[in-house]
Nanobody
Framework: QVQLVESGGGLVQAGASLTLSCAAS????????MGWFRQAPGKGREFVAA????????FYGDSVKGRATISRDNAKITVYLKMNSLKPEDTAVYYC????????????????WGQGTQVTVSS
């Protein structure tokens, strides 16, 4: 069964940094674009970042641009999201996604999802 497993979430103070990881269960994922979305309580799923299969191009949502870095290690079939200068409004469940069919920023266009990891930023 295809799986994406996120890790690295937790409780941090405002201003801190955090790195999330997403490990895929199949090597096929090394050829897929990968991405991160987040969902805060009572809100829709928001695009955070995406990276092409080669890692040559990256894309970021406006709310994290300049504070986030997405990267990947295809040998480990793992994608990372490093967030700096965290704010309380970054509090959300962060989801890893793979294999988009169209617009990277639309969650409905992504084919595979992880279970999510909670990130809570205290003020």
């Amino acid at each position: 069964q295809v799986q994406l497993v996120e890790s690295g979430g937790g409780l941090v103070q405002a201003g801190a940094s955090l790195t999330l990881s997403c490990a895929a269960s199949e090597r096929t994922f090394s050829r897929y674009p990968m991405g991160w979305f987040r969902q805060a309580p009572g809100k829709g799923r928001e695009f955070v970042a995406a990276i092409t299969w080669s890692g040559g191009s990256t894309f970021y949502g406006d709310s994290v641009k300049g504070r986030a870095t997405i990267s990947r290690d295809n040998a480990k079939i793992t994608v990372y999201l490093k967030m700096n200068s965290l704010k309380p409004e970054d509090t959300a469940v962060y989801y890893c996604a793979a294999d988009p069919e169209g617009d990277y920023t639309l969650y409905a266009d992504w084919g595979y999802w992880g279970q999510g990891t909670q990130v809570t930023v205290s003020s």
